[in-house]
């Protein structure tokens, strides 16, 4: 929708996204033991709004936590859902349509001090660290690991503003 200027309007920013999880106990440790987020809010909801906005059966509810870093840009929602249906326990993958890896950049030095807290906190790592290099944009370092239910996530160290402008210059 546009407004009289013609202008498109900005949704905004990412505010949160939403994960459905089997257990919600350990999803919490794991994202704030391995990840460093902190629990902000922490609610069952359920009632015919909530099904009618989420298309779930009646009678559903969930309880939701939302954990989040040091701004509140980019929170994760962790859902224990609870609404009769089977659950779907394969999370999306690379290659899948739909949101497949959640992506947490760290500076470089926080990316192995981040790896070791996820090791800590039980994650599946696919992997040793990459290190590529991203056309016009530079070098990056990143880690793949799993979540307790099998949700991708990704670390990665990103390459600072001057870095990228060094590797522009000198390509």
Known sequence: MNNKTNKKISAGSLHHVTIGVTNLEASIDFYSEGLGLRKTLD?????????????????STARTVFLQGETRVGQIELVEWRT???????????????????SFSV???????????????????????IVS???????????????PDGNVIEIVRLPSDEEIHQFRNSS
């Open 133 to 147: 290099i991203l056309d016009g944009y530079g070098e990056i370092t990143a880690s793949i690991v799993e979540d």
């Open 43 to 59: 609610s069952v909801v359920g009632g015919a709004p909530f099904e009618r906005l989420l298309r779930l059966p009646g009678g």
């Open 107 to 129: 500076s470089a030095a926080e990316f192995t001090p981040v790896l070791l807290q996820l090791k800590e906190a039980g994650a599946v790592f696919w992997g040793e660290p």
């Open 84 to 102: 009769g249906l089977t659950q779907n326990a394969n999370p999306q993958r690379p290659g899948s349509i739909g949101p497949s890896v959640l």
